[in-house]
Structure formats: structure tokens, C-alpha cells
């Protein structure tokens, strides 16, 4: 039986993953997830959410590994959208696998943050939360219509210790050399991860070539990532791709080049299942100061 994805597609991910666990990849492409929710701890609290869902008889459950988050029956889309708390930014609708690669960075009060490719925002506002407000995030994008819905977002989050700018990513250390305590890429990809089986507008730009082009790019913008940080700084870089070129090949290629200046404390490879949607994660320490030529 044919499958509606791209059969280049799935060749590759036949050599990438093994066949126990090919199938349950394949049927995460068709089957709807859970709606996730991230409450917003700067305005209100996970007990008054609780609180309003009951009142609401709206069903959810904890995600223990991903603090101040609910998982919901994903027909309750359209109502969490309705609801007063929603409109007022408490709830931020968010893919579990999108919020882990802020938790590995771990932005705390007062530290000094890039987000290199922040819009739309979800993983800006997130770390604001977690900041409390409290330090800087700088929060970058290429594109100005990304920008605008970026900065909505942080208005209806209330986050407030953000600046956001307009800076090539490949470029962006020349104005912020070895500048931040922590930097977050995540990186524009072919998007594999997110695929939707009925929905053939998610996979209809996938190419090989495309992939191959974004692996160049995304090679660029982490060293530019790497040379906006602090020596005893930390950088994040993650996707929501499957594929090794835009993943362990861009990891790999960063350590051979500033192979005296970092090293990589921790990488995390996310299959798509019932739950989470496919995501890569891979976190790097800089140990030595560099400079860009």
C-alpha cells in the first residue's frame, strides 16, 4: 500500500531508523497529537488552569517531563482558543518537542540571551517566562513579517525583557561578538518532523536538494551562534527535521571547525510518535574564545 508522503522520503528514513520502530514513525504522520498547552506562570498558575478546564469539563493530563504544561484531546482546539485565560495569554498552544530545546538551555534570571531565528516566538516567550522577566533576550529574525508576529507575541505573553531585531543570522556575531551567556538557534529546516500524512501543504516543498541547501545555511548560523557567546557559554541548536544533514552532519561539521573552542556536552534525537512530533536537540559548550574570519 502506497503512502501519501514523498517516496525519496521515506527511502531515507528506511536506512535511518530501524524497522521496529519505522512503523510507529509512519503512523505518527497520520494520526492527529494531542493539543499541548504551555501556561504562562508570569500571569497566572497551573492550579487556576486546572481550576478553569474543570469548570469547563474540559479533560487534560500532566506532561511531567515539560514543567507548567497540560496535554488535551486535540478536539479541544477551538475551545482552548475561546476561553477568557486564552485571550489574555495564560495559555500558549505549543508541540511539546518544540519547548525541550529552551529546557536545555536553561535560561535563568539575569542571564544574557540570542535567540538567532526567534519568530514567530514560541521559544522566546517561553524563556522569558522562565527568566521572569529578568535579564535580556534578543530576539532575532530576518523577515519582517515574522517580525511583526513576533512581537505580538511577546505583547499577549507579557513578556517584557526582549528587543527584537533584523540581523542576517550567518552575520549576526558582528554586531553581538562573544556577547551572551547562552544563545538559542533553532534553526530554519525541512521541517520532517511536523509532517501530516492528510495534510499535503506540510510536505510539498520537500526536496533533497532543499535539504542539502539548508544544511549549507544551517552550518553557517551556528558558528555565527557560536561566536556570539561567552567563553563558558552555552549554545543550543535544534530543528524539527529528521534528516542527519541538517542535524548530526551540522553538529559534526561545527565541532571539526572550532574544534579548540567548544565542545558538545549533550544531543538528543526526538522521533515523531503519538505525542511528540520529530525534533533534534544538540547542546554545546564553548570552552575557548574564537573569532569568526
Known sequence: MSH????????????????????RVLDSFSKPKPICVRINVLITSVENIKRIFDEEHILYKELPEIPNTLLLPEENGKRITKLECYKKG??????????LPALMLNPKPGDKILDVAAAPG??????????KNQGEIIAND????RIFRLRSVLTSQGVTNTTTTRIPAQSIWKTYPQYFDKVLLDAPCSMEGMFNAEDPKSFQHW?????????KLQKWMLRSAVSCVKVGGIIVYSTCTLSPEEN?????WIL?????????????????????EGFFIAKLKKIKSNILC
Open 90 to 99: 495564560s495559555l500558549y498552544i505549543q508541540s511539546p518537542s518544540s519547548m
Open 207 to 215: 526536496s533533497l536538494k532543499k535539504v542539502k541547501s539548508l544544511s
Open 122 to 131: 514560541s521559544k522566546t516567550t517561553q524563556m522569558g517566562i522562565m527568566m
Open 248 to 252: 548530526e552532519e551540522v553538529v559534526e
Open 4 to 23: 501519501p508522503l514523498p517516496q525519496a522520503f521515506l527511502d531515507r528514513l528506511q536506512r535511518q531508523i530501524s524497522p521496529e520502530k519505522l512503523k
Open 256 to 276: 571539526e571547525k572550532e574544534k579548540e573552542n567548544i565542545i558538545l556536552e549533550e544531543q538528543k534525537r526526538i522521533l515523531p510518535d503519538t505525542i511528540m
Open 142 to 145: 530576518i523577515d519582517q513579517n
